[in-house]
């Protein structure tokens, strides 16, 4: 059974920093893009940021580049999403998704999120 | 990047009822078009991926269509279970944008 469990959030000031990880587990983890998505209180889905099966290929969305950072640990099956320079706009519940490895990407499992409360 | 608008915003409905969700890209993405549900408190379902395909273990009243540009998600015969809020996303390059997901709400 393919299974992803996100941990790391929690209540930050703003300007602070915090690690989430993404266990995964029941599938072959190094064959699948994984992905980060965020959703604020009340709000819509926000693709963050993705990561290649080796870890070789990143992507952000604009709105993080250069405050996050993604990245894998393949002999773990565990992604992480490294969140610097914390703004309150950046409260949200984290998601980390499976992206299926075909030809039609779709993200086909999902964690229960992980919740970033940024405030003073 | 590419801009993905759905509409409505929120939509009323009763049981058993035939609604039409739309999707508009703002350029052509293929068929790199997938829905989402997610219910209250809950991470996102997969629905429908390629714009028209039904995902494993979902009831065939969900149904997708459309290329390019526009798409739509059709549910017939509404049941409980899918009062909840639906979100597009285009999957044709990253950033791998979402609608702003139309709120379905029970008459």
């Known amino acids: 059974e393919v299974q992803l469990l ?7 000031q703003p300007g602070g920093s915090l690690r989430l990880s993404c266990a995964a587990s029941g599938f072959t983890f190094s064959s699948h893009v994984m992905s980060w998505v965020r959703q604020a209180p009340g709000k819509g889905l926000e ?12 992507y952000y969305a604009d709105s993080v580049k250069g405050r996050f950072t993604i990245s894998r640990d393949n002999s773990k099956n565990t992604v992480y999403l490294q969140i610097n320079s914390l703004r309150v706009e950046d409260t ?3 998601y980390c998704a499976r992206r299926t490895a075909v030809t039609w990407a779709y993200f086909d499992y ?11 | 990047d590419i801009q993905m608008t759905q509409s409505p915003s929120s939509l009323s409905a009763s049981v058993g009822d035939r609604v039409t969700i739309t999707c508009r890209a703002s ?7 997938n829905w989402y549900q997610q219910r209250p408190g809950k991470a996102p379902k997969l629905l429908i991926y390629a714009a028209s395909s039904l995902q494993s273990g979902v009831p065939s009243r969900f149904s997708g269509s459309g290329s390019g540009t526009d798409f739509t998600l059709t549910i017939s015969g509404l049941q409980p279970g899918d009062f909840a809020a639906y979100y597009c996303q285009q999957s044709y390059t990253t950033p791998h944008s979402f609608g702003q997901g139309t709120k379905l709400e029970i008459k």
């Open chain 1, 6 to 12: 996100e941990s790391g959030g929690g209540l930050v």
């Open chain 1, 47 to 58: 693709w963050v940021s993705g990561i290649s099966g080796s870890g070789g290929s990143t």
């Open chain 1, 92 to 94: 949200a519940v984290y």
């Open chain 1, 110 to 120: 999902w964690g229960q999120g992980t919740l970033v409360t940024v405030s003073s």
């Open chain 2, 27 to 33: 350029q052509s993405i293929s068929s790199y078009l």
